[in-house]
């Protein structure tokens, strides 16, 4: 079993930048992806960034490529998001993932997908993007 907890939200205006924080503990070492997760008032979740974590392979959600970067610190066993250039529409609830399943799958795909493979999260925290 894995525990999460999401840190850094926070409210900024926008081109501001913001760094998310997950900090992961239990048992770290079954993690095959790690991954940061939004849902906005009235919107369906959907995935932001992914990391696989053996490789370091990324993968981003279209709307965020450029502007988010994901990386992890193995030593401390912290997923990162940094956000810069944000826009209003980034406004959310962020969440950080991880999946221990399934270690030869995708750990990138539609929210339909992502949200059977991600098996622990956190409880969130707060972007608040204003104009």
């Known amino acids: 079993q894995v525990h999460v907890v999401e840190s850094g939200g926070g409210s900024v205006q926008a081109g501001g930048s913001l760094r998310l924080s997950c900090a992961a503990s239990?048992?770290?070492?079954?993690?095959?992806?790690m991954g940061w997760f939004r849902q906005a008032p009235g919107k369906e979740r959907e995935g932001v960034a992914v990391i696989r974590t053996g490789s370091g392979s990324t993968f981003y959600a279209d709307a965020v490529k450029g502007r988010f970067t994901i990386s992890q610190d193995n030593a401390k066993n912290t997923l990162y998001l940094q956000m810069n250039g944000l826009k209003p529409e980034d406004t959310a609830m962020y969440y950080c993932?991880?999946?221990?399943?399934?270690?030869?799958?995708?750990?990138?795909?539609?929210?339909?997908?992502?949200?059977?493979?991600?098996?622990?999260w956190g409880q969130g925290t707060q972007v608040t993007v204003s104009s």
């Open positions: 993932a991880t999946s221990t399943t399934s270690r030869w799958s995708s750990c990138w795909g539609n929210w339909r997908y992502l949200q059977t493979r991600f098996n622990y």
């Open positions: 239990g048992d770290t070492s079954s993690s095959i992806c």
